[in-house]
């Protein structure tokens, strides 16, 4: 039994891992709290609904194109919003990223109504892996596997890139930044873009097994929040392994404490470690 529970914990915490990474990136490196980031991955899950409704577009075919359609997105938002409060204070970037996330939850309930919808018949659907007396769904881990290579593509782009070096070197000192030829409101711009593409591709892969509503990452979006300060601000690998603690904890914590426990277990261990690590476990 304590197997099946950390394997479920595990899936999940890389699931969160990747939600998480999106959010670090646009947090370590403008300095910005994007109150919307979980909306902007229901917007992922919806078009992988969409495309599978419409189309008939499996969801793990239809990555790419969530990728792209919340990396777009994620640029328009830095555009249209984000470039007009970036020089003001920590709390008007705030409060226009949350009246943002109000807007996108409120025109989705309007566009599709307040329903929740669900993804039959995909490739993964109602399949499963037997490990002993471990058994795992297989969109579950497909969507771990997927949250993988898709944090591990991003710490390639940010360490062996032009311009994943531009978006770090911007991160330590965006004055010094400028004044090397490296144009910071171009990386701004595709910084959000690559958050928004974390949560198109995550949005993508718990479609097969997630409910779609108007609502439905709210909650992820939070336990986001607490990834990423728990891991280290601007920390990729830092979010990876936070996430994965999150997952365990929420696992462990809802089996021996029950369901309603869980998530008071996670910010308790959260304040405890940040106590110790104010800047996170992999902060600097």
């Not at 904890?249 to 104010?278: C, D, M, N, S, W």
């Amino acid at each position: 039994m304590l197997g099946q529970i950390i394997s479920n914990g595990l899936l999940m915490g890389f699931i969160y891992s990747l939600v998480a990474v999106g959010l670090t990136l646009t947090w370590g490196v403008m300095d910005i709290t994007n109150f919307a980031h979980g909306e902007m991955l229901m917007l992922g899950m919806y078009s992988a609904f969409w495309m599978f409704q419409l189309y008939s577009i499996d969801p793990l075919l239809s990555i790419p194109i969530s990728a792209a359609v919340i990396f777009v997105l994620g640029i328009l938002i830095y555009k249209l919003i984000i470039k007009k409060v970036l020089g003001g204070t920590g709390l008007t970037a705030l409060l226009a990223t949350f009246g943002l996330s109000m807007f996108l939850k409120n025109l989705v309930q309007y566009l599709w109504t307040p329903n929740y919808r669900y993804i039959n018949g995909a490739i993964v659907t109602d399949n499963k892996i037997v490990i002993g007396n471990i058994i795992l769904g297989m969109p579950q881990v497909v969507a771990a596997i997927g949250s993988i290579a898709m944090t591990l593509i991003v710490i390639y782009f940010m360490n062996k890139t032009k311009t994943g070096k531009a978006i770090q070197a911007t991160a330590l000192n965006r004055d010094t930044a400028s004044l090397m030829g490296i144009d910071t409101g171009k990386i701004y711009a595709i910084t959000f873009g690559l958050s928004g593409a974390c949560v198109g591709v995550a949005g993508a892969l718990m479609s097969s097994f997630f409910p779609i509503y108007p609502q439905s990452g709210a909650l992820y979006s939070i336990l986001a929040f607490v990834i990423v300060a728990l891991g280290g601000f601007g920390n990729i690998k830092g979010a990876l392994f936070a996430g994965l603690i999150i997952g365990l904890t929420e696992a462990v914590g809802g089996y021996f404490l029950g369901t309603q426990f869980k998530y008071a277990l996670v910010f308790l261990i959260y304040l405890i470690v940040i106590q110790v690590r104010p800047k996170g476990l992999f902060g600097w």
